[in-house]
């Protein structure tokens, strides 16, 4: 069984940054991602990486903005945030897995806890 562990969450003013970490305890699956969910709403998809390829793939709306990132001797994966915006208050979660529909809950097997962030105007 895979354990993925998130840390770097936090509170942030409008217009700062945050960095956020997740280690996977072992490495059976080629991608690891990001998904968030704000109260009320759905859990949604962020950002992707291929272990093997090296290839990312983002949501509209975080383009530019974030940046996903991968240290491959620990088993970790980053998110970093940028121009973070009061709507960017969500629980982020880890994920990782091999299925096809990267930009869906449906293409990952193992998931972090969540780690909370919070936005403020």
């Known amino acids: 069984q895979v354990q993925l562990v998130e840390s770097g969450g936090g509170l942030v003013q409008a217009g700062g940054s945050l960095r956020l970490s997740c280690a996977a305890s072992?490495?059976?699956?080629?991608?690891m991602g990001w998904f968030r969910q704000a109260p009320g709403k759905e859990r949604e998809f962020v950002a992707t990486v291929n272990w093997n390829t090296g290839s990312t793939f983002y949501a509209d709306s975080m383009k530019g903005r974030f940046t996903i990132s991968g240290d491959n001797a620990k088993n970790t994966v980053f998110l970093q945030m940028n121009s973070l915006k009061p709507e960017d208050t969500a629980v982020y979660y880890c994920?990782?897995?091999?299925?096809?529909?990267?930009?869906?809950?449906?293409?990952?097997?193992?998931w972090g806890q969540g780690t909370q962030v919070t936005v403020s105007s």
């Open positions: 994920a990782a897995g091999s299925g096809l529909l990267y930009r869906t809950i449906r293409g990952y097997d193992y």
């Open positions: 072992s490495r059976t699956f080629s991608r």
